[in-house]
């Protein structure tokens, strides 16, 4: 089965900070990957599909790239409410695994 | 609207069966996969497994197969996970999520609110 492993696991930023996630497969999965974005209590939510396909509604302060094997979740100037836990997952095939997620935490 | 809502869940001893069901309502549910999720507690998501449309094909993740099973009825719009020999590792809240319709690959865009199992003597 393929792996996904995040990094990091957690960090703390500053309000307009730039913020970077990173997601790798141990095996290409094209472009089929989609991150969420789970607060605490609250259920997850899809912010971004096909790797780089803005969710509806979503701010465009999110964005995502990559193909293959690395993905990147950016948030380009890091508000309070994105505090929460950010998790990335493959579709291109079942088992859908999710990356170990990553805490962002405001300074 | 879509909405995905689950029952069932409760504190239950090891060893032992619990089943848990999901009703979903807005979309045209026989078009669409339903995947299991689960999150034990303070936890990262962990996805437990799929049904197809039709119901005919499952897949389950390794640490459940061959004691949990997902079963659908797409005449009363409903999913169902059958969850046997329960131990203290499946303690988690347990999500219902809409999939993707046949011939597509969708990320999980509508999720339940989740019930808690507890598996505790």
């Known amino acids: 089965d393929i792996q996904m492993t995040q990094s990091p696991s957690s960090l703390s930023a500053s309000v307009g900070d730039r913020v970077t996630i990173t997601c790798r497969a141990s095996?290409?999965?094209?472009?089929?990957l989609a991150w969420y974005q789970q607060k605490p209590g609250k259920v997850p939510n899809v912010l971004i599909y096909d790797a780089s396909t803005l969710q509806s509604g979503v701010p465009s302060r999110f964005s995502g790239s990559g193909s293959g094997t690395d993905f990147t979740l950016t948030i380009s100037s890091l508000q309070p409410e994105d505090a929460a836990t950010y998790y990335c997952q493959k579709y291109d095939s079942v088992p859908r695994t999710f990356g170990q997620g990553t805490k962002v935490e405001i300074k | 609207q879509v909405q995905l809502v689950e029952s069932g869940g409760g504190v239950v001893q090891p060893g032992r069966s619990l089943r848990l069901s999901c009703a979903a309502s807005g979309f045209t549910f026989g078009y669409y996969s339903v995947h299991w999720v689960r999150q034990a507690p303070g936890k990262g998501l962990e996805w437990v497994g799929v049904v197809s449309s039709n119901g005919n094909d499952k897949t389950y993740a390794d640490s459940v197969k061959g004691r949990f099973t997902i079963a659908r009825d797409n005449s009363k719009n409903t999913v169902d996970l059958q969850m046997n020999s329960l131990g203290p590792e499946d303690t988690a809240v347990y999500f219902c999520?809409?999939?993707?319709?046949?011939?597509?690959?969708?990320?999980?865009?509508?999720w339940g609110q989740g019930t808690l199992v507890t598996v505790s003597s």
């Open positions: 999520t809409r999939g993707s319709i046949v011939g597509t690959k969708r990320p999980l865009d509508y």
């Open positions: 095996q290409g999965i094209s472009n089929f």
